[in-house]
């Protein structure tokens, strides 16, 4: 088999307990990290604190953030008053205003023009006799009234004042000496009964500003009740409506605004709490970066590593078969609860080595050929090699087992191979090189020996 060809996969979960094994080096590496940052940062304000100019500017500059907070938090607080009333006004406005259920393409309008005739006087000023007609200050007069016209109620009008005004819209024609009256309402029979309502107002002033402005008199002509439609009113009453979601807006954003204010925070110059703080917000960031680079090396060594990881491995790049996986002897360390744990979390063997040897021993006599003899290999030690052998010996007959050094390195092995039979690889994870277990099979393969199968410890 090339091993040119294998393309390699990473196991995420090889990787993740890759890590997690390593757990001692990843704390003690952030211990020393946040060690390192939090006493950099305390040393530095310790200096800091004995500068008395320093100390003097932080002063002034720490008295002037905190102004400016205070003001600016003011400022946001009146605004927000302020938005909250237009907001307010303009909800109360949407919900009540008669203008805003009108609709702009069926616009029920009533209108009216009001002719007004002043009656000429003569006057003498300074001697001469002044020829004038006033009927422009009469309808300037007459169109004040309408617009400063308090309106009761009405029948067959349900609003207040304060929103019939702006139904009622006039023009002047002072060479006609004219006034135009409309007004607008939900159906037509309120359109009318407004402009009527006006008209009364204007003849029952009309003595009055007689008196104020000279004889004349109005006629009310062209009365009539239509329906039109009025792009200018779907103009208005989308300004409306967009107004109120842009007070609601402004107001969201005053109020996150003033949500994300912090109030300035005495600098470690002028506070040791402050200095102390700082030192263990810096040590706790040093300590994270201790663990990241911690964890990032981990990674990039298990990556980079050419040894044998598990014997996944084996099956999987070399496609061979596993005879046997011997549990791994834990090291005795400080929590050593910890690795076990792990162990037991990642799914290793834990079988005791008398099952182990049972088990590959079933498997030798399940796969080997009778009458053909056995060589053991393997880039491990002749010692571990020689106790697989042995208890192989007692447990499989009717083959003669012999033990060899790693072909790589043993003219010895080389020169024993073509009178084995078969052949057992035995490989030790941590240990074993991906390349040497691939120069093995090579060899073996080259001399058209078959493998049983591998040994993993």
Known sequence: MGNQ???QEIDLKELMFAVFHKWRGIILT???FGILFGGYKLAVGLTSKEDTETVQQA????NDSLETYKYTLLLYERELDTLRTQIKNQEDYLSNSIIMRLSPYHKNVASADVFVKAIPQDAMEDGQMLTFDPADSILRAYESLISSAALEKIEGIDTEGAYLRELVTTAVDYEGNMLTIQTTYTDAQGAKALRDALLEKLQDREAELQTD???????????TVSVITDSGLYDFQQRASNMLTTLQKSFNDKKEALKNMKEP???????????????????????????????????????????????????????LKILGVFAQVPKKKVFSRVDRWLDRMEGKSSKKPAEVYEIMAVNVRNYMTEGQDIMILGSVSMEKMAAIAEELKTRVSGAEIHIGQDVGISAETLRLLPEAGQIILVEERGVSKNWEIQNQ?????????SII????L
């Open 5 to 7: 060809d294998y393309e």
């Open 30 to 32: 952030a211990v020393i």
């Open 59 to 62: 002063q002034e500059d720490y």
């Open 213 to 223: 402005f000279g004889k004349h008199t109005i006629s009310f002509v062209n009365k």
């Open 265 to 319: 925070v005495a600098p470690s110059a002028i506070s040791t709490t402050v200095n102390l703080k700082s030192s263990v917000k810096y040590g706790v960031l040093g300590g994270g970066i201790g663990a990241f680079l911690s964890i990032f090396c981990i990674c990039i060594v298990f990556l980079m590593s050419d040894k044998l990881k598990s014997e996944r491995e084996i099956k999987n790049r070399f496609s």
């Open 441 to 449: 099979i090579e060899v073996i393969k080259s001399l058209d020996k």
């Open 453 to 456: 199968g591998c040994v993993v």
